[in-house]
Structures are given as C-alpha cells and as structure tokens.
C-alpha cells in the first residue's frame, strides 16, 4: 500500500494562509471520512490536530481546519504563527490490514 | 492527564532483539486499544499493530507479522513492544499511540515521546 501523497514543504508568512494537500485514491482518502491530521515539531512526538476530516479536537486552535474533495484531502492554517512551524502529516482510513497510512510529510516553514 | 511515557533509546545488533515499554496513565489503561507506529527517514510513519489492553487481543501489519509481539500488564498499565531478529532498517522511533474512543485505528490522539532504536554492527 503506497503512503499518501503530500508537498515535501510549503511556506507562509506570518498573517498568512496556507494549505497542505494530501492525495490518495478511491479506496483510502475517497472511500472514507476518516482523514487526520498531525503535527510534529522536530524530535517530538506526533500531535493531533483534525480527524475524520473537519473535526478539531479539544484544545486545538480554530485556525486550523480541514477538508476533502473525492480523493484529496487538505489541512488549511489560517493567521501562521511561529509556532506553526512543524512537519504535518495526514493519515487516512484505508480498511483491510493495515487500516491506516500516512502521508510522506510536509515542512511548513513561516518565513 | 493523559500520558504514554515511553521506555529509553537502544542500540541493538542485527539480529537481535528489543523489548519498548509503555506506560499509560491518566486514563482508564484497559478501555483502550493502544497502537505502535514508528517513523523512518525512508518509509516515514508505518502502523504496525495494535493490542487491547482488555483483552490482548493483537493485530499486526502484514509486513510485521511474525517479527513483532505486542503484550500489556495491566497490573501496571503498560504495553509493550517486541522487536525480533532486528535489520538495520528497523533503525526507527518507535511510538506507541492511544487510540481516540472506538475508532480502531483511524485516529490516535495520544502519543507516547517515541523511542529510537539503532540496529548497528
């Protein structure tokens, strides 16, 4: 089962929007509403930031949002900070064994 | 609060074995299944399985049937990860991961801090 497809790194100022895609196919990311979304700071531990698609869990800032269109997924961080500055991974639902993969990762980098 | 700490980095030669540990605390251990997941610069994050902490019941990646054994003490609300016959590309952080209520591996929303293991000669 190949990974899910992501931009290597993407790059934002301050204020600004970005947004990270996440490619797949018909059995994994366009079969099922069970997209998710992580962040990684360098030598840290995964961090949730979206599942099934859209949902935010507790704790998490609203300027982070998520979405899905037939077989690609995407994460959208609006007003970058400094923070934001992390390697994102998306994961998707696939059914069978394994049930889950993962994107290659993408650096966001805010300039 | 909810906290997955993790046993410490090894070095390991090939062939050989490892056992990671981790340790759950502040949620109730054995309503939970809890997941393995580690990351290389190669292949990046690869599932590996996952165990009951009920039950004990596991379930495994093909790729890693027959090389790992996931088991738990619930006595002390830990999981634990085996690694057989070790290959230098196991050189990985390993994570062990708690999986968000009912999802069965769709989301994990806590993470152990990883542990690396180096398979060197």
Redesign the interface.
């Known amino acids: 089962q190949s990974a899910l497809t992501q931009p290597a790194s993407v790059s934002g100022s301050p204020g600004q929007s970005i947004t990270i895609s996440c490619t797949g196919t018909s059995g994994d990311i366009g079969a099922y509403d069970y997209v998710s979304w992580y962040q990684q700071h360098p030598g840290k531990a995964p961090k949730l930031m979206i599942y099934n698609v859209t949902n935010r869990p507790s704790g998490i800032s609203n300027r982070f949002s998520g979405s899905k269109s037939g077989n690609t997924a995407s994460l959208t961080i609006s007003g970058l900070q400094a923070e934001d500055e992390a390697d994102y991974y998306c994961s998707s639902y696939r059914g069978g064994n394994p049930p889950v993969i993962f994107g290659g990762g993408t650096m966001l980098t805010v300039l | 609060q909810v906290q997955l700490v993790q046993s410490g980095a090894e070095v390991k030669k090939p062939g050989a074995s490892v056992k990671l540990s981790c340790k759950a605390s502040g949620f109730s251990f054995t309503a939970f299944y809890l997941h393995w997941v580690r990351q290389t610069p190669r292949?990046?994050?690869?599932?590996m399985g996952w165990i009951s902490a009920a039950t004990g019941v596991t379930?495994y990646?093909?790729r890693f049937q027959g090389s790992v054994t996931m088991t738990r003490d619930t006595s002390i609300s830990t999981v634990y990860l085996e690694l057989n016959s070790l290959r230098s590309d196991d050189t990985a952080v390993y994570?062990c991961?708690r999986d968000?209520p009912g999802?069965?591996?769709?989301?994990?929303?806590?993470?152990?801090?990883?542990a690396l293991v180096t398979v060197s000669s």
């Open positions: 292949q990046g994050l690869e599932w379930y990646a093909p994570y991961a968000w999802s069965q591996g769709r989301v994990f929303d806590y993470w152990g801090q990883g």
